[in-house]
Structure formats: structure tokens, C-alpha cells
């Protein structure tokens, strides 16, 4: 049988009983409602910082609970809770507006002839610094751009730390940068 002798009106001892009753439903529930919320959210950190949130917003609206659910089935409708308002939360950070004018640049009609002609000049200059390079760099590139392998999966496959991958990584982009100003010379 649940307690609920959280109606403000019960003694110290109460309040102890309540404080290990909720403790045990952290134990029994908390790993469950935390891949709950991972599903959702995809951020380790985020997760946590909103179960932390369901068990605090559980812990405060305690006297509302009336044992007529399962404490996991009530402890998800109050994550499920967090979940939208962290979800609002984040769309309304990422709406910007923003003046047409510094972004005409990026407006400009791709299909347009010249248009397609400088990506085509790019994209062969481009094939050709990555044909210029040792097998070893070509593979990384082809592993981390093409297979989109995450730098341990690139570093595995190539049997070299991941701080190698990383610092090879961004040698050619400096290299790469370098190319592209020179007009195609190292």
C-alpha cells in the first residue's frame, strides 16, 4: 500500500515517512523515467537537468498525489510536463529574426549559370586537394565526411588515437584554406 501523508497536517515522522517513501520511488522509478526523457531529448545533461525537475515538481505538488495512479505512471505525466515546457523553452531560444539584408548573399539564386558554375569550379578544386593527399588522409576525409564517422569510429578504423584524427583534421583545413586562396597551389 502507498503512503500519502503529505496533506501538511501530519507530524515530523510523517514527513520522514513521505521523504523515504519518495527516496524508494527514485530508486525503483528514476532510471526508467530517465531513459524516458533521454528518449526525447537525445542530451545526457538535459535528461538529468529534467528529471531533476520531475522529481523537485513531484516533490512540491506531493499533496496532489492521491495513489489513484502508479507512482511511475504519475512521476511520467509530471516529466512529460517538464518535457513540453523544456521543449518551448528551446524553440523559443532558437527564433530569431534577422534583417533580410545580411544574409542576400546566401538568397542568391543557386540554379542561376554562373551560380553553377563557381560551385562546379569549387567542387573541382576541392576533389582535387583531396586526390592530392596521401591514402591514409584521403581515407580519414572518406570515413568522417562521407561514412559521417565520429572521430573515435575514424580513429578505430584507422587504428590511431582520436587526438590524432583531431589534429590531422584540422591540418587540412588549414591546408585546405591555404589551397583555396592560393588558387590550387600548396
Known sequence: MILTPWDGSKSSAADRAASAEFDGWYRMHGQAIYRFIMRRVGSAEDARDILQSTY???????????????????????????????????????????????????LID?????R????????????????????????????????????VEVAAALGIPVGTVRSRLSRLRARLDKYIETGGAV
Request: negative net charge; aromatic residues 8%.
Open 56 to 106: 523537485l515538481g513531484a516533490w512540491e505538488n506531493r499533496a496532489l498525489y492521491r495513489g489513484t495512479a502508479q507512482p511511475k505512471t504519475w512521476l511520467t505525466a509530471i516529466a512529460l510536463s517538464v518535457l513540453r515546457n523544456h521543449v518551448m523553452r528551446a524553440y523559443d531560444a532558437r527564433v530569431v529574426v534577422v534583417s533580410i539584408d545580411d544574409h542576400e548573399e546566401e
Open 110 to 114: 543557386t540554379r542561376a549559370p554562373e
Open 116 to 151: 553553377c558554375i563557381a560551385v562546379k569550379q569549387s567542387f573541382s578544386k576541392l576533389v582535387d586537394f583531396a586526390q592530392s593527399l596521401p591514402a591514409e588522409q584521403q581515407r580519414m576525409l572518406e570515413l568522417l565526411f562521407i561514412d559521417n564517422g565520429s572521430y
